[in-house]
């Protein structure tokens, strides 16, 4: 009988005879991975040109320390944005209905236009702390990541997705994705595609998800 144990059994009775089912499905089967490569795709395309990126640009130009830096990035992307997702998270919790789904994504027609408009890198959040390269950068980012649209997208992400882990480490990815190159390439890195259309891909892919809530919202898709 040991084999049964983590069985799934469903019982259905009828005409006196009784049907055990055992489905050997394993668990876990059903895990979607659309919540991850989405929003690592999201947030690698709209951090390109972003405040962020080009404080990393400053960092590698001041400190020339590639690798703290990128770990700097590493841990401060992972604290805020896991903070921004379970932002989301508990609001997608406390609020539902078609309302909410269709503010959310409204904000992220708006987040489109917003990707829109060229940022400049905060030049004073640079500025070096006594924990060295690694903590100024940590801070710097923490900073300056609050508020930013990445940030806003995680949580918009999270509420649409209700996760927090998957979110969270498909953003991060994504950071990681824009932001590394930047610190090794300094300011050629932003160069290789011009900037604006960098910015109109990440405004078409903030829309189309913003339409793509909406419809889902009335159930067209």
């Known amino acids: 009988m040991g084999e049964t144990d983590d069985a799934d059994l469903r019982h259905v009775a009828g005409g006196g005879c009784r049907v055990v089912v055992f489905d050997r499905r394993p668990q876990g ?8 490569f989405t929003s690592t795709a999201v947030v690698a395309v709209g951090e390109i040109g972003d405040k962020t990126q080009l404080l990393a640009v400053v960092l590698a130009a001041r400190f020339r320390k590639p690798v703290p830096i990128i770990l700097g990035i590493l841990a401060a992307t992972i604290l805020n944005h896991t903070l921004a997702a379970t932002l989301g998270y508990l609001i997608a919790d406390f609020l539902s209905g078609m309302g909410f ?8 027609i ?27 950068t940590l801070i710097s980012f923490f900073l300056v990541e609050i508020g930013d649209k990445t940030q806003i997208a995680t949580s918009l992400l999270a509420a649409r997705y209700h996760q927090i882990a998957m979110v969270a480490a498909g953003t991060t990815l ?47 898709l």
Not at 29 to 36: D, G, K, Q, Y
Not at 101 to 108: M, Q, S, W
Not at 116 to 123: E, N, R
Not at 199 to 208: D, E, G, H, N, S
Request: glycine share 8%; no cysteine.
């Open 110 to 136: 708006a987040m489109a236009g917003w990707a829109l408009i060229p940022d400049k890198a905060d030049d004073d959040a640079a500025a070096a702390t006594r924990g060295g390269v690694f903590l100024t």
């Open 174 to 220: 994504g950071m990681m994705i824009a932001d590394a190159p930047a610190v090794f390439l300094g300011e050629a890195a932003t160069k290789i595609v011009p900037l604006r259309y960098v910015r109109i891909a990440a405004a078409v892919i903030f829309a189309l998800i913003g339409v793509w809530v909406i419809l889902a919202a009335f159930k067209i």
């Open 29 to 36: 089967s059903n895990v979607s991975l659309e919540p991850f």
């Open 101 to 108: 789904r269709l503010a959310v994504g409204a904000a992220f």
